[in-house]
Nanobody, 121 residues
Framework: QVQLVESGGGLVQPGGSLRLSCAPS????????MGWYRQAPGKQRELVAD???????NYADSVKGRFTISRDNAKNTVYLQMNSLKPEDTAVYYC???????????????WGQGTQVTVSS
């Protein structure tokens, strides 16, 4: 059973930084695109940033210049470095990845369990 395991959330003051990480557990062949989404109370889940296997990145306008997504393909791990955090960044952050479990098996999308990020003084 493959799961995406996230870590790195927590409570931080405005202007502070956090780094999230996410990697699949279990045996897999390959991870294609990976990304981070977030959902604040009463709001829809939204894309924060994503990254292709080749390293091409895409960001929501609200986080450009403050957040950086990166990945380590050898570890099948995606990171989200969040700097200059604002109270409006408070949300549950979810990792998403397209995972190929075995040769000949189509890619399947997986979600992490979510990690809480709270920005407050």
């Amino acid at each position: 059973q493959v799961q995406l395991v996230e870590s790195g959330g927590g409570l931080v003051q405005p202007g502070g930084s956090l780094r999230l990480s996410c990697a699949p557990s279990g045996t897999i062949i390959r991870v294609n695109a990976m990304g981070w989404y977030r959902q604040a109370p009463g709001k829809q889940r939204e894309l924060v940033a994503d990254i292709t296997s080749g390293g091409r990145t895409n960001y929501a306008d609200s986080v450009k210049g403050r957040f950086t997504i990166s990945r380590d393909n050898a570890k099948n791990t995606v990171y989200l470095q969040m700097n200059s955090l604002k109270p409006e960044d408070t949300a549950v952050y979810y990792c998403n990845a397209g995972v190929v479990l075995w040769v000949g098996v189509p890619e399947r999308g997986y979600w992490g369990q979510g990690t809480q990020v709270t920005v407050s003084s």
